[in-house]
């Protein structure tokens, strides 16, 4: 599976929401998922001269799954928080934190994956937690045959 580029993508995908000062940490973690045959979607793939806002809302109506990447500045911003409670209230919400970060609230209730410090090499034990989540959200399972990097 590859990033998904095109607008009308019939298969179950995820959707990565992030701060944009956080983008190397959606790179890595993208590339992650990509290896273990997802399908990622994220705000890289908005074409020039397209309505970025527009297009954005539309893929995390139909993404099957929006992981979440909590960070101090991504708990800050109103589009994130938007992007997270969508996400909960269609079902498709899977968070993590890669900071030490409170989520509290509304938001603050559900079970957040801790992926602080996590890389290929070192790994975390929560990871696995956070593939079970995409599958069960995605409604299927990844290449078994994919070591899987914790």
């Known amino acids: 599976m590859s990033t998904i580029e095109g607008h009308n ?3 179950p995908f995820i959707f990565i929401a992030y701060h944009s000062s956080e983008r190397s940490y959606a790179t890595h973690l993208r590339k992650q ?9 994220w705000d890289q ?6 309505e970025w806002n527009e297009e954005i809302s539309r893929k995390l109506r139909e993404a099957s799954c929006v992981v979440v990447l909590w960070s101090q500045r991504a708990y800050a911003s109103d589009w994130i928080k938007h ?12 968070p993590c934190k890669i900071e030490n970060v409170d ?6 209730r559900f079970q957040v994956r801790s992926l602080v410090g996590w890389d290929e090499s070192s790994g975390t034990a929560e990871f696995p937690g956070l593939i079970e989540s995409i599958e ?3 409604g299927k399972s990844r290449n ?5 990097a914790t």
């Open 45 to 50: 793939n908005v074409r020039s001269g397209e």
């Open 136 to 138: 069960g959200l995605l």
């Open 83 to 94: 992007e997270a409670s969508t996400a909960k209230a269609l079902e498709k919400y899977a």
């Open 103 to 108: 989520v509290v609230g509304p938001l603050g």
């Open 144 to 148: 078994k045959d994919v070591t899987l």
């Open 33 to 41: 998922l990509e290896s273990l045959g997802f399908s990622v979607w």
């Open 9 to 11: 993508h019939p298969e």
